[in-house]
């Protein structure tokens, strides 16, 4: 258990409609990263934050994906409007970055494996 | 994209022996970060490597850097069935707001009992 939680571990949906998920990182942890992982395939970067702040969003992001971190805790990951191509493992990661540091390490939740039917 | 690419994709090993596998990336870097991931779960990181250092060792693990080269490779010594998993590089860039890490697609390591 790295500390880092994700719910749920699992979710099927119909195509079309919306899902949420969240993540809580570790609690003094500043950033936090949204990752999509397809089979056979290493994580792919989303979006991540600074505290609350929304610092950078794939360009692969679609308009249907947005995420929040209010207060600069947990996180959530909504996807409006359901395609079969969204069925992948989302994954949520948090790091301690000190000032004038580079990245630290990630610490990985287990992921919500998402099946769009 | 991918900044960061394994090889070999794929690696079966007998318990014993030692697994190697190496990374490529393409732009430059402040650190580099091996992960290892069991099926279905989240990623675990195992080892971070500055970019100043060429050598790194965490109990079975080496893992070495060649900035020259844009590559890493990580050894594994004595593997044991409980090594079976797929393990991941990942780097940052180093411009200075670009904080993300970037993941390669990963080397499958099946350690044979």
Redesign the interface.
Known sequence: D?G?S?DPRHKITKRGQNVTFRCDPISEHN?L?W?RQTL??????LT?F?NEAQ??KSRLLSDRFSAERPKGSFSTLEIQRTEQGDSAMY?C?SSL?RTGR??????????T?LSVL | SQQGEEDPQALSIQEGENATMNCSYKTSINNLQWYRQNSGRGLVHLILIRSNEREKHSGRLRVTLDTSKKSSSLLITASRAADTASYFCATDRSSSNDYKLSFGAGTTVTVRA
């Open positions: 790295t880092v994700q950033r990263y990752y056979g395939q290493g994580p792919e970067f991540y600074q610092l950078e994954l990661a970055a580079t990245n630290e390490k990630l610490f990985f939740g287990s992921g494996q």
